[in-house]
């Protein structure tokens, strides 16, 4: 009886590493995951000098790294005063037949970027907070379901925001954000 209860106990102790071992898999996968992608972010900060370039090169990873389906960078306008949407990466149909995403100002308090933009403090929002922004509309008539926004800052103060959307509730996790964060800080040193 001990001898099987000895061999069972070295089971389970065998089991629970391959649990932990399975665990640090996966977070090692991540961790690589989240250097490729501040990585892409660097190169295509220094390949290209054109911020919508820059976007455009940035866009689809930081959308498959972040399971987003659309991804938007807004700038400040210190001339005008005003928080313009500059560029969008967004699928095929989302937009309505035979309309492009356009610069579009946002307001300070209706929109997510505007309420990122004034506290300068990384968000996600949920559908809820999504629904109590009325600028957040057409997104959500989109489908949109979840979004967050970051605040690009550097030296001279917060520049824009950092916006990604899904069409799932939920969609960015706690780590995402951070990530979204170090990737907003390399796109500032560009803007």
């Known amino acids: ?27 090692l996968q991540r961790e690589r995951d ?16 054109d911020i919508p370039e820059l976007f455009r090169a940035v866009a689809p990873a930081l959308r498959r790294c972040c399971n987003a389906d659309v991804a938007a960078l807004t ?21 309505q037949p035979g309309q ?9 308090d ?8 004034k506290t300068g403090t990384p968000k996600v929002f949920s559908l809820t907070d ?5 600028q957040s509309e057409r997104i959500r008539e989109r489908g949109i379901r979840s979004a967050c926004s970051v605040p690009l800052i550097s ?11 899904s069409f799932a509730h939920d969609a960015i996790s706690p ?3 951070e990530l979204l964060t170090r990737v907003a800080g390399q796109i500032a040193i560009a803007v």
Do not use: Y
């Open 1 to 27: 009886m001990g001898r099987v209860a000895k061999l069972v106990a070295i089971a389970v102790e065998n089991a629970m590493s391959l649990e932990t071992v399975r665990q640090h898999q996966d977070a």
């Open 34 to 49: 989240q250097l490729g992608l501040l990585l892409d972010v660097t190169n295509a900060v220094v390949a290209h000098h």
């Open 75 to 95: 700038l400040w306008d210190a001339e005008t005063r005003v928080l313009r949407r500059h560029v969008c990466d967004v699928p095929p149909d989302f937009c």
């Open 100 to 108: 492009a995403p356009t610069c579009q100002e946002l307001s300070l």
């Open 110 to 117: 209706d929109s997510p970027s505007g309420v990122v933009f």
């Open 130 to 134: 999504l629904e109590a922004l009325p």
């Open 155 to 165: 030296r001279q103060g917060v520049l824009g925001t950092l916006d990604l959307g």
């Open 175 to 177: 780590d995402q954000l």
